[in-house]
């Protein structure tokens, strides 16, 4: 049972969420669209992202961002920590971190579905959806080379058991896809 006033909570989920959702979501739904990340040093409050990718898929990632970042602050602090838990913040950074992992493999597993079915039979001998994406992926790896040819790679860890919680409610996330299916099937002169 939780017994912080409800505008502390918010605070500290606000805080949380300050830190875990910068470095881990947006460069995960980045990714996962066809665009890279640089998370840049700064000594202060914060954090600083140069995205790099085309500018449909940056627009793209930043207006599913914008969305699963309220949708993953609702989740949090709807969600009651458990009574066994001995470091909160501790488990509210691993269901951050779960929610995230969830997210983003729904996103890359639909991103990859659309690109085979673009290329695949069904699309037509003159296909070269395959080729083009190939293209846009050296294209945006060289940029990154060219701006930043020294980078290195982190692994996140977590130390809380909330990441099975948050990887359910990631698994729940509105990514968008079911609007999409919906609107697919429309007919442009249906309303005539």
């Not at 502390?8 to 979501?25: C, T, Y």
């Not at 500018?55 to 066994?84: C, F, H, K, N």
Request: some cysteine; charged content about 20%.
């Amino acid at each position: 049972m939780n017994t912080e006033a409800p505008d502390a909570l918010l605070a500290r989920v606000r805080k949380l969420l300050a830190k875990a959702e910068a470095a881990h979501l947006l460069c995960g739904l980045a990714s996962a669209l066809r665009c890279q990340c640089v998370i840049l040093p700064q000594s202060g409050p914060g954090t600083r992202i140069h995205m790099f990718g085309y500018t449909s898929d940056i627009e793209r990632s930043d207006v599913l961002y914008t969305s699963l970042l309220v949708q993953m602050w609702q989740g949090l602090a709807a969600t009651p920590l458990p009574d066994r838990v001995q470091n909160a913040r501790a488990w509210r950074r691993s269901w951050l971190l779960g929610f995230v992992t969830a997210v983003v493999a729904r996103v890359r597993a639909a991103e990859e579905s659309a690109a085979r079915q673009a290329a695949g039979p069904a699309a037509g001998a003159t296909s070269r959806t395959a080729l083009v994406l190939a293209d846009r992926t050296e294209v945006i790896a060289r940029t990154l080379k060219h701006a930043y040819p020294v980078t290195r790679t982190s692994r996140v860890t977590y130390t809380g058991n909330g990441y099975g919680t948050g990887y359910s409610q990631g698994q729940r996330a509105d990514i968008g896809a079911s609007r999409l299916r919906t609107r697919a099937g429309r007919s442009l002169t249906a309303g005539r």
